[in-house]
T-cell receptor, first 114, second 114 residues
Framework: NAGVTQTPKFQVLKTGQSMTLQCAQDMNHNSMYWYRQDPGMGLRLIYYSASEGTTDKGEVPNGYNVSRLNKREFSLRLESAAPSQTSVYFC?????????????FGDGTRLSIL | GNSVTQMEGPVTLSEEAFLTINCTYTATGYPSLFWYVQYPGEGLQLLLKATKADDKGSNKGFEATYRKETTSFHLEKGSVQVSDSAVYFCALSDRGGSNYKLTFGKGTLLTVNP
């Protein structure tokens, strides 16, 4: 059981380049999330999708866009990468929107922007 | 808004020592509370949860009790092992508008020495 799969695992970009981080889950979950993790900051929510066909901004959405391609897949796009976006990015999913629903995380994408 | 405050790390213990990681929260409603663990190079995994006041979550020898009167959810383990070395995150869930959001603390790095 793969759970939540993120690709790529590592990436180095130059300032101004664009790229898309991919995320897929095989647990038939309705809700999906993108976080970034920075030293001393914990995890911060970038965007989330409560269900297929919907997306909403989280705490730090500037500089990012998302697409909920289908129920399984939720991608994160950096249109013009900046050094401040150097971070570890985590995708997560949960069964549904609800306050006792745990989230299941992928192993992360380590992104460096030079 | 919601917030989670957990003790600053790093915490270094010897094997078989007692562990406490403090966590307090601020929330407008009655949130569910979680502890997640992140092993090196991996994503976050749910360790335990509690959904209402006085509930005790437990897993793998770890315990935490939802204390509404002190707005706390401290993580404890009676005898830690080297394999418990990881970063531990306290988190709460609450409804922002009509959607579910998870708020994380900044994480506490635990190192257990043999």
């Amino acid at each position: 059981n793969a759970g939540v799969t993120q690709t790529p695992k590592f990436q180095v970009l130059k300032t101004g380049q664009s790229m898309t981080l991919q995320c897929a889950q095989d647990m038939n979950h309705n809700s999906m999330y993108w976080y970034r993790q920075d030293p001393g900051m914990g995890l911060r929510l970038i965007y989330y999708s409560a269900s297929e066909g919907t997306t909403d901004k989280g705490e730090v959405p500037n500089g990012y866009n998302v697409s909920r391609l289908n129920k399984r897949e939720f991608s994160l796009r950096l249109e013009s990468a900046a050094p401040s976006q150097t971070s570890v990015y985590f995708c997560a999913s949960s069964q549904a929107v609800g306050d006792n629903q745990p989230q299941h995380f992928g192993d992360g994408t380590r992104l460096s922007i030079l | 808004g919601n917030s989670v405050t957990q003790m600053e790390g790093p915490v270094t213990l010897s094997e078989e020592a007692f562990l406490t990681i403090n966590c307090t929260y601020t929330a407008t409603g009655y949130p569910s509370l979680f502890w997640y663990v992140q092993y090196p190079g991996e994503g976050l995994q749910l360790l335990l949860k509690a959904t209402k006041a006085d509930d005790k979550g437990s897993n793998k020898g770890f315990e935490a009790t939802y204390r509404k009167e002190t707005t706390s959810f401290h993580l404890e383990k009676g005898s830690v092992q080297v394999s418990d070395s990881a970063v531990y995150f306290c988190a709460l869930s609450d409804r922002g508008g009509s959607n579910y959001k998870l708020t994380f603390g900044k994480g506490t790095l635990l190192t257990v020495n043999p």
